[in-house]
């Protein structure tokens, strides 16, 4: 599917002030391709310059198999989300220093939802990967609204 040049984030977000703040996000949609089940990872990269300006938005699709065996029971599809977007951290980790920095989890506490069974695990895994704090729903809007947007625009 479509995936961006890295070299191109890193250099972008290089070239902007210290001010600039940085969203990561990650969201994920399962598909029904000839009969058989598949993930479609998009993940976010949102630029808010200076802080206080308009934002640039990098973004990638990526589509895998969904080895989760109940719909209801996401649990390892949510946790590739996270994976996505940790690893995404870590690969520009070099340009996020000195920055202010977010990862965002499309993830939902509430009880009634089934990402709520993967949250202490999700956030666990940023903290000690990342060294920040994660926000869920509803402060994730990189996850929960760019990288859920991100999907249609770069999937037509």
């Known amino acids: 599917m479509k995936k961006f040049?890295?070299?191109?984030?890193?250099?972008?977000?290089?070239?902007?002030?210290l001010e600039t703040k940085i969203y990561l996000g990650a969201d994920s949609e399962r598909v029904n391709v000839s009969g058989?089940?598949?993930?479609?990872?998009t993940v976010a990269v949102v630029v808010h310059i200076d802080g206080k300006h308009g934002c640039k938005i990098?973004?990638?699709v990526e589509r895998e198999p969904d080895w989760d065996q109940k719909k209801n029971k996401p649990a390892l599809r949510?946790?590739?989300?996270?994976?996505?977007?940790?690893?995404?951290?870590n690969e520009l980790?070099?340009?996020?220093q000195d920055r202010y920095v977010e990862v965002h989890?499309?993830?939902?506490?509430?009880?009634?939802?089934?990402?709520?069974?993967?949250?202490?695990?999700?956030?666990?895994?940023?903290?000690?990967?990342c060294n920040i704090e994660p926000q869920v729903k509803p402060q994730a809007f990189a996850a929960t609204y760019a990288a859920d947007r991100l999907k249609f625009v770069l999937s037509n």
């Not at 040049?5 to 002030?17: A, G, L």
């Open 36 to 41: 058989k089940w598949f993930v479609d990872y």
């Open 78 to 89: 949510l946790m590739n989300e996270v994976y996505k977007v940790a690893n995404l951290f």
């Open 5 to 17: 040049n890295i070299d191109t984030v890193r250099e972008f977000i290089y070239n902007q002030s």
């Open 105 to 129: 989890l499309d993830l939902n506490p509430s009880d009634r939802y089934a990402s709520s069974q993967v949250i202490q695990q999700a956030v666990g895994y940023i903290r000690g990967t």
């Open 93 to 96: 980790s070099e340009v996020l």
């Open 58 to 60: 990098f973004g990638f």
